[in-house]
Each structure stands twice: as C-alpha cells, then as structure tokens.
C-alpha cells in the first residue's frame, strides 16, 4: 500500500484530502505544521508528499527544501497562490508538481498515483545501477527504469521534468531545441510549465551534470533560440 504524508494545516482540507485518498487505497498520514511534517517524513517514509505553502510554523518553500535536502520523494505543493512566480519558486525548491486551490479531488489522484508510479524504483536495483561503468561516448546516461542519470558514473536524482528534458536531449545530441519544443516535451508531467520555468529546469540540470554550471559545456544556451545539448567529451580536457 502505497503512503501519503499531507502537510497541511486547515483540518478541514486536511481530513477531506485523507478521507478521499484513503478511499483510493492509500495509506495517509496528517501533519499539521512544517516541523511535525519534517519529522514524519522520516518516521513515516511517505511515497509522496502534498504540501500546503500557508503553514502556523515554516515556510513551505523551506519544507520543501529541507525535505528535498534528505529525500527523493516526489512533492506536490497545494497552495491558494496562482502567480507564476510562486510555481518558478515551488521548482527551485525541488517540488514536483503544483496545484492550486480548489482543485479536482479525481485530478489530484491521479497526478498521486502518476508521481509515485515514475518514482519507484528498488535499493537493490539502484545499488547495481551505481556500479555501472561510465559510458565511452557520453558523460551523461539514463536509468529509465528509475528515472535517474548517471552522471560521470554517479547516480544523480532529477525531478521528472528534468528527466523528460534530458531523455530529449540525449537522444538528439546537437540539435537545437527551442523553448516551445522542451514545453511541449514535459507539459504532461509540469502542470505549471512556461517559458521561464524551462529556464529553471535548465539551470538545475546544470548544477546537477556540468562540471562547472557557470560555464556549462554540456547544455548549451542558444541564444534568442533555446537550448541544446553536447556530449563533446574534449570539455573535460578545455
């Protein structure tokens, strides 16, 4: 049975969002601030966490951060805010997905269960991904069955836009991709997605393959265009 953390401090959202889930098959566990929240994400080890921003205690953004600091759990904030700059904020601060309220009770279920289902992956399994050799062609290489990369022979954790981005990139090494094109490869999985949120993805792939983010040799900026990638192995020698 898969579980569900909500970190939410209105009971009455709360109890419904617990009730609705737990009809759904999922076992659910309420937190009614930031810090209570933190602590249950250790003792309970959700497969998902729905985080409200408007908390007695902390910040959520500063939740979502410490518990993206500690966890690859997917995070999905619930918030009453609908300015882009709030989802740009949410993504810099590792969420996963967004949704404002009031939302669809079947529409949140289903982002759950999509989440959790691209999430999975086993110990064992990644344990034997780490040992893989690093591939003689690019520095950077996917591990589809847990939607992670191996970067340099190092598993890294992306978020699943991130992953969908990279997955393009790699299979058309040099192409030119604009911000349009990487929209419309991730609009399923980034219910918030815009032109700037793009930019985001982008500088935190960076952080996460570039061997120096301030001058990425990897993915490229084309300017006035988009993005591309390359997997020119003479940049680690420049």
């Not at 959202?13 to 076992?27: A, F, K, Q």
């Not at 990487?182 to 570039?210: Q, W």
């Amino acid at each position: 049975m898969n579980k569900v953390l909500v970190i939410e401090d209105d009971v009455m959202m709360s109890d419904m969002l617990s009730m609705y889930l737990s009809e759904e098959g999922y076992s659910v566990r309420q937190a009614g601030s930031g810090e209570e929240g933190l602590r249950t994400v250790q003792d309970f080890a959700p497969d998902i966490v729905l985080l409200d921003l408007m908390l007695p205690d902390m910040d959520g953004m500063e939740v979502c951060t410490s518990i993206r600091e500690r966890s690859h759990v997917p995070i999905m904030i619930l918030s009453m805010k609908n300015e882009v700059s709030e989802r740009v904020q949410a993504l810099k601060a590792g969420a996963d997905d967004y949704m404002c309220k009031p939302f669809s009770m079947h529409e949140m279920t289903a982002r759950v269960e999509a989440l959790i289902r691209r999430s999975h992956f086993s110990t064992a399994e990644m344990a034997s991904a780490e040992e893989t050799e690093e591939s003689i062609l690019s520095p950077i290489q996917l591990d589809a069955e847990r939607r992670m990369l191996l970067v340099r022979g190092h598993l890294i954790e992306t978020t699943f836009s991130e992953f969908e981005m990279m997955k393009l990139f790699l299979s058309h090494p040099g192409k030119v991709f604009s911000r349009e094109e990487l929209i419309n490869t991730i609009r399923g999985f980034d219910s918030f997605v815009t032109d700037r949120a793009i930019d985001v993805h982008i500088v935190n792939l960076r952080k996460k393959i570039e061997q120096n983010p301030k001058e990425p040799r990897l993915i490229r900026t084309v300017w006035g265009f988009g993005y591309k990638y390359t997997s020119d192995h003479s940049q680690d020698h420049d």
